[in-house]
């Protein structure tokens, strides 16, 4: 079965994941792509409708994202959202002006004309999300108004064209009949609502078998989710012309090199080559504190383990061509902000990480996948829950956790601490509600006082917060008698740790990550 696409075109707004995950959630495929993609790079997906995102930027701007206008004149069915609206109307012979009032936050928009059907089913008057300090002055012709605020024009359309725009955000939880309004416009896509983890396996595993034909693969697998619903997807397809390759790259957890060849090996019958790379992942680290070259150091090194053991499994199998990786879709938005107008984060190991000259060919099943929805395709491969219920764990591991150089003797402190956090929040029942929870290292040495004797050693923090997808976050409220248990634990039973503090912020502004 064919794949229907919505392409939405990245102007640089921090919510155009958003509009994507929303498209998803009416089990639509919905891909994010620069606003700069060309032509042929946006029909190359047979998209059957367009979503033009918001964007910080004002479209009269010298240095103004922009997109090819010529994509307004395909006949597919588009929808502006803020920026997206004003990047119509300047391109189709209209006026867009500074806003003498500009409205950012909760606002009422009345609908002066339901008929058309982007509005179909929506009361007469809706509470929506606004942020944007431009307006439509003039609008092109053939358009007109459909909506309102007390302030500003909301929505336009043009039937005959297929083209509507709104001024407010429909994806955000702010616009609550957002997700009906988003739903219309697939309506008037032609949307099937047919992409559902089950269409998803199907479809990939297909692919695979016509990709790697006869050959033989090998899988970077880590234990976490990601890389293991990638390896049960690809062992579908081939299998045992699949092996996993489990490194243990220095910065595990404690005891995870044993625990995770245990788990995969008897829960899912994988195939697993063991590469204990330890001592030679941190002297390469030795001496290093920036955080883009620990990640770029540990995925170059993780490619060129995996190149000496696809050597050794070649003289047993006749030839390995092709490396798959649990890479998601979150990890290659922040690594290369799909070379649009947002701003690279950080590069993560999967994709940033990769020498410029690698000799493996890349499988990336679920690289355009979000991670809530990786989880739902292990569910339907009948993976355990205690494997797909498993925290985010960075490909970097404890290296992007332990803040300034890793050496043996830091990444044996953290070990303990984080095994204490994790456990506890394992205790009190949290940690199936909790996104991701940690321990994180700082090169803060601080005085402290332990049966009647001065101490001087590390500062712990933890780290726990809530998410959908990694894309935003917010810190968890963990309970006061849980955070005095972990704090008592920590001083006392990791000896060089004297001090924990938690980190109450949110993402953004920070990362969930502290590196």
């Not at 929506?122 to 053939?142: F, K, N, R, T, Y």
Request: net charge negative; charged share 20%.
């Amino acid at each position: 079965m064919d794949t229907q696409t919505v392409v939405i075109l990245d102007f640089g707004s921090q919510y155009t994941q958003l509009i994507a995950r929303r498209i998803r959630e009416q089990n639509v495929f919905s891909v994010v792509l620069p606003c700069t993609a060309r032509l042929d790079e946006i029909q190359a997906h047979h998209p059957i409708g367009l979503i033009l995102s918001g964007g910080p930027s004002s479209v009269y701007d010298a240095g103004a994202p922009a997109a090819d206008a010529r994509l307004l004149a395909l006949g597919l069915p588009t929808l502006g959202v803020c920026y997206g609206l004003h990047f119509i109307v300047h391109h189709l012979g209209g006026r867009v002006r500074s806003a003498p009032k500009r409205e950012y936050g909760h606002a009422e928009v009345e609908i002066e004309d339901g008929s058309t059907p982007l509005f179909t089913g929506l009361p007469a008057s809706i509470h929506v999300w606004m942020s944007h300090g431009d307006e439509a002055e003039q609008l092109p012709e053939g358009f007109r108004r459909v909506a309102v605020t007390s302030n500003a024009l909301a929505a336009i359309a043009n039937e005959q064209k297929k083209i509507w725009a709104v001024q407010f955000h429909p994806e955000v939880h702010h616009t609550p009949l957002g997700a009906q309004l988003l739903a219309n416009f697939l309506r008037i896509c032609g949307a099937r609502g047919d992409w559902t983890p089950a269409h998803f396996i199907e479809s990939t595993v297909a692919a695979i078998r016509a990709k790697v034909g006869a050959g033989h693969v090998i899988c970077g697998l880590s234990g976490g989710v990601d890389s293991s619903v990638a390896a049960m997807l690809v062992h579908k397809a081939i299998g045992d012309r699949l092996t996993c390759i489990f490194v243990n790259n220095g910065v595990l957890r404690k005891n995870e090199f044993e625990n995770v060849q245990k788990n995969l090996r008897d829960k899912l019958g994988l195939k697993i080559v063991a590469a204990d790379a330890g001592a030679r992942f941190l002297a390469k680290l030795a001496g290093v504190t920036d955080p883009e070259k620990k990640r770029k150091i540990i995925g170059a090194e993780f490619i060129a383990v995996f190149d000496e053991e696809a050597e050794r499994i070649t003289q047993q199998t006749g030839g390995v061509d092709w490396l798959v990786q649990g890479t998601l879709y979150p990890d290659v938005i922040e690594s290369s902000s799909v070379k649009g107008p947002s701003q690279t984060i950080k590069s993560h190991h999967n994709v940033g990480g990769l020498p410029e000259r690698m000799k493996l060919k890349l499988i990336e099943p679920l690289r355009d996948l979000f991670k809530d929805e990786v989880r739902r395709i292990g569910r339907d491969l009948a993976m355990p829950e205690e494997i797909l219920n498993r925290q985010p764990f960075p490909g970097p591991g404890l290296a992007v956790r332990i803040l300034g150089e890793v050496t043996a003797e830091r990444v044996a402190l953290l070990q303990e601490a984080d095994e204490i956090v994790v456990g506890e929040i394992k205790a009190a029942g949290l940690y199936t509600q909790i996104w991701q929870s940690f321990a994180v290292l700082l090169p803060v040495m601080s005085v402290g006082v332990m049966g009647d004797q001065r101490t001087y050693a590390y500062t712990c923090a933890i780290r726990a917060v809530h998410s959908e997808d990694g894309m935003t976050a917010d810190w968890a409220p963990l309970p006061y008698d849980l955070l005095q248990r972990i704090s008592s634990r920590i001083v006392n039973e990791v000896r060089g740790i004297n001090r924990v503090v938690y980190d109450i912020t949110s993402k953004p502004p920070g990362t969930i990550e502290w590196e």
